[in-house]
């Protein structure tokens, strides 16, 4: 049985669709300061965060975060390359030992200051698939197409989750405000301009808290009841593309079953529709009230802010049974999976 | 109370200028290949990896697990890459070894690599972001000053750092897998050799290696199956302090001193030079060793470099560092402090060859990373904690 931990605080930049002038570390600080005044903690058992040095195009990203955070006397700290939400696993992990009580995690992203969909070129296998300059929207659209056709899901039904996103990402503060769906263009056919989550800049930072702990800190913690991750092979040609089987495994192993709201890393129209029928999410599920990825995706920090998102909502009693998924990798190659609830546990 | 912790499995692949005739993927497997040999195990036993490596420009590709899952037999499975800078190797095994403490998983694959002859790890190190100015070139224009800072503030005179670069290469003549092998390396040879950064001479530096480091860590019950005798983590301990900060003390870092107090508090240990049989110490530059001396508590301040002068650390000496040859000796970026945990352990396990040190039970692994801000150690025992 593990240690009962509780997402307790979260916090989040308004995130921004262009260039700002800030370096990744000043959008990041007052994430860092609004968390910590707003949980009355300076020091935290452990510390972890993700980001991503080909963002910046120079490397130790995390390194300059350090500075920022006030990292004195110093902390038990660690990072991943990759989403937070791994980094939020890692701490949950951590946690788990016993001999800590709290953990704050953070991710940064600063995706303007480069071509975002060149650089997640080079993501790709270096010696086959890197040389051939596909990008990441052209690799979406092939799994796009798979999807479609093993589905028979038409443009219409990707077109639908864009315009939903963007609707609730009007209502959301801290997402970008984008324009209604509309117009015939392609991106890379068949995704279209709006099916493509849009460039962003932004940070955010959650605290998780271990048992009498959780409870002290959040009038109604948001409990982990289940968290796991998966990957797939790399290579687009060996898994079906069109089917998400490391999101299954990983929401099966996470027990990510009664979800009320589900916050989905679906960075593109159609993985939402992937992401939905792995995880086995039906109609009374509300996917992304938060407006998701499609309305504001700061790389590194939007796989944390998907299990923020669910987890305010337990926060705010709004709901008592979410989940929190994040991805990582081409065409959904890596999942993660953490189902939150406002039940009492401990 | 967390779980227990065993290593079970220890693979290295030989640390080599260029490895041309593998790819990252083949150089990877090599080592994960030993490892899983080592316990006895297929890749269907294990739960899940943790793979680390140092940034990504070493090598020019982006998050490169998501390529690598194939090689690391890890489709299906839990993958994470933790990224500390130069202490990552170290804290990739104490992450994998967490995921055996936290009681999520029985047995997790660890692997730390470097690939450096894909890229150019000195202009990697250089390159700065557009906010701030590089002063420095590589890792040796950074830590030069500092080491500078050590020989005035301890009076340390200046061929101590040419002892240890001697020390350091005879042992890796021992070591099969070490990348430079010397012999006769002598104070002559490393004092003819060109000054790089002052005082750090050519041969008082660590090479750039292609090379990869596996472990095979597994729970206490994982551990009962395993054919050899296992290595016990006896305690784990990660600092970061920052970069920039007018407090800090560059020679002798707080956060090293306070990841030391809290290793060898969980593994019981009040004076470490006595208790400890070996250490496996990141030292990349010569003069590293007597200024860790100090930082991990060994000696008291300014007394570094006489157990050095003394022969303390050499392999007849009363704690034996770096009897591997180090990284000195071999230094594949990303894997060089999962080398120094993966040596530590079999030390413990008896399984260190020809440069094993005769009836070590306890030894500490160490590494550190960014502008000597990142720290990752642990401890391991031939006894369960």
């Known amino acids: 049985m593990p240690r009962p931990v509780a997402v307790v605080a979260f916090a989040q930049t308004e995130h921004s669709g262009e260039d700002r002038g800030m370096a990744e570390i000043e959008i990041l600080a007052p994430v860092i300061t609004e968390i910590k005044e707003r949980t009355g903690q300076k020091q935290f058992g452990f510390t972890c965060s993700g980001s991503c040095d080909y963002l910046a195009g120079a490397p130790f990203a995390f390194v300059s975060a350090l500075d920022a955070i006030g990292a004195w006397p110093p902390i038990s700290e660690s990072h991943v390359e990759m989403d937070a939400a791994w980094a939020l696993y890692e701490a949950w992990v951590k946690l788990q030992h016993g001999d800590i009580d709290t953990a704050l995690v953070y991710g940064f992203g600063k995706s303007s200051q480069g071509n975002l969909r060149a650089v997640l070129t080079q993501q790709l296998d270096p010696y086959h698939l890197a040389p051939l300059g596909i990008d990441a929207v052209s690799l979406a659209a092939l799994q796009a197409r798979a999807y479609m056709e093993r589905s028979g899901a038409k443009e219409d039904d990707l077109r639908a989750v864009a315009a939903r996103s963007r609707e609730a990402g009007r209502g959301n503060p801290f997402a970008l405000h984008l324009p209604e769906p509309e117009g015939d263009d392609y991106d890379v056919a068949p995704l279209h301009p709006y099916d493509v989550a849009p460039v962003t800049d932004g940070a955010a930072a959650i605290v998780l808290a271990a048992g009498d702990r959780a409870r002290d800190m959040c009038e109604r913690p948001a409990w982990i009841t289940g968290i796991d991750h998966r990957t797939e092979p790399h290579a687009p040609g060996v898994r079906d593309l069109s089917r998400s089987d490391s999101a299954r495994v990983a929401g099966e192993r996470a027990g990510a079953t009664g979800i009320e709201v589900a916050e989905l890393h679906a960075q593109y129209t159609h993985e939402e529709l992937i992401l939905r029928e792995a995880l086995g999410l039906g109609e009374d599920t509300a996917v992304n009230p938060s407006g998701g990825p499609l309305s504001a995706n700061p790389m590194m920090a939007a796989g944390l802010i998907r299990i923020g998102e669910a987890a305010a909502r337990v926060h705010d009693g709004s709901a008592s049974r979410v989940l929190g998924h994040a991805s990582s990798g081409p065409c959904l190659q890596q999942n993660l999976v953490c189902v939150l609830s406002g039940e009492n546990h401990g | ?385």
């Open chain 2, 1 to 385: 109370m967390a779980n227990r912790c065993a290593i079970i499995g220890v693979g290295q692949t030989a640390y080599k200028t260029k490895r041309l005739d593998v790819s990252m993927a083949g150089l990877l497997r090599e080592a994960a290949r030993r490892a899983l040999e080592d316990a006895q195990l297929t890749w269907k036993d294990i739960d899940a990896v943790v793979v680390g490596k140092a940034p990504d420009l070493f090598e020019g590709v982006m998050m490169p697990e998501t390529f690598l899952a194939e090689a690391l037999g890890a489709a299906g499975k839990p993958v994470m890459r933790v990224h500390t800078a130069g202490s990552v190797g170290g804290s990739t095994a104490i992450v994998a070894a967490g995921l055996i403490q936290g009681g999520v998983h029985d047995r997790v694959l660890t692997i730390a690599w470097e690939k450096q002859s894909e890229s150019n790890a000195t202009w990697a190190l250089t390159v700065n972001s557009p906010f701030t100015t590089s002063l420095v070139v590589g890792a040796g224009g950074y830590f030069a000053p500092h080491i500078r800072a050590y020989m005035r503030r301890s009076g340390a005179p200046d061929h101590i750092g040419t002892l240890v670069a001697v020390k350091d290469r005879q042992n890796a003549l021992k070591n099969p897998w070490a990348h430079l092998k010397i012999p006769g390396i002598s104070r002559e040879m490393v004092e003819s050799t060109p000054m790089l950064w002052e005082p750090i001479r050519y041969l008082e530096t660590c090479p750039s290696s292609d090379g990869a480091c596996a472990m095979v860590l597994a729970s206490e019950d994982a551990a009962k199956k395993a054919p050899a005798p296992p290595a016990w983590v006896h305690g784990t301990a990660m600092r970061s302090e920052p970069m920039q900060f007018a407090g800090r003390d560059t020679v002798s870092p707080q956060g090293g001193k306070d990841a030391a107090a809290d290793v060898y508090r969980q593994a019981g240990i009040s004076d470490p030079r006595r208790e400890l049989d070996c250490a496996e110490v990141y030292v990349p530059f010569s003069w590293y060793e007597p200024m860790w001396l100090e930082n991990l508590g060994f000696c008291g301040e300014s007394e570094g470099w006489k157990l050095t002068e003394a022969g303390a650390t050499a392999m007849d000496g009363d704690i034996p560092w770096n009897p591997s040859g180090g990284v000195l000796s071999s230094n594949p970026i990303g894997a060089s402090g999962m080398i120094r945990f993966a040596e530590a352990a079999l030390q413990v396990r008896g399984q260190a060859g020809e440069h094993q040190v005769d009836g070590a039970r306890r030894a500490l692994g160490h590494a550190y990373g960014g502008g000597a801000q990142f720290f990752a150690m642990w401890i391991v025992g031939s006894d369960k904690p």
